[in-house]
């Protein structure tokens, strides 16, 4: 049985950093990618950052790009989302997925595993 814990999220200040971790379990991590995603209220679930099987490719949505990082340990078969300079549009329940194949993947539809979310509270 495939598993996806996040964990690292909370109430925190704009400006602020917060370090996201996704430990996974019953699944060949190091052979996919990896993704986080996050869904504000009211709001459709939006691509956050994507990494490779390998952690070489990188790929990040606009709004966080020069702000968040995303990282992966495949021998403790975790992938992190580093997040600073935080805003309150960051606000959301963020996920962690795993996608079907090796590569970075932006489309929610490339990911086969999903983690029950952790939320992110950014308050001005």
Same mark, same amino acid.
């Given at each position: 049985q495939v598993q996806l814990v996040e964990s690292g999220g909370g109430l925190v200040q704009a400006g602020?950093?917060?370090?996201?971790?996704?430990?996974?379990?019953?699944?060949?991590? +190091?052979?996919? #990618?990896?993704?986080?995603?996050?869904?504000?209220?009211? @709001?459709? =679930?939006?691509?956050?950052?994507?990494? +490779?099987?390998? #952690?070489?490719?990188?790929?990040?949505?606009?709004?966080? @790009?020069? =702000?968040?990082?995303?990282?992966r340990d495949n021998a403790k078969k975790t992938v992190?989302?580093?997040?600073?300079?935080? @805003?309150?549009?960051d606000t959301a329940v963020y996920y962690c997925a795993a996608a079907r194949v090796s590569s970075a993947r932006v489309n929610d539809w490339d990911y086969e595993y999903w983690g029950q979310g952790t939320q992110v509270t950014v308050s001005s």
């Open positions: 602020a950093s917060l370090r996201l971790s996704c430990a996974v379990s019953g699944h060949t991590f +190091s052979q996919n #990618g990896m993704g986080w995603f996050r869904q504000a209220p009211g @709001k459709e =679930r939006e691509f956050v950052a994507a990494i +490779s099987r390998s #952690g070489v490719s990188t790929l990040f949505a606009d709004s966080v @790009k020069d =702000r968040f990082t995303i990282s992190y989302l580093q997040m600073n300079s935080l @805003k309150p549009e």
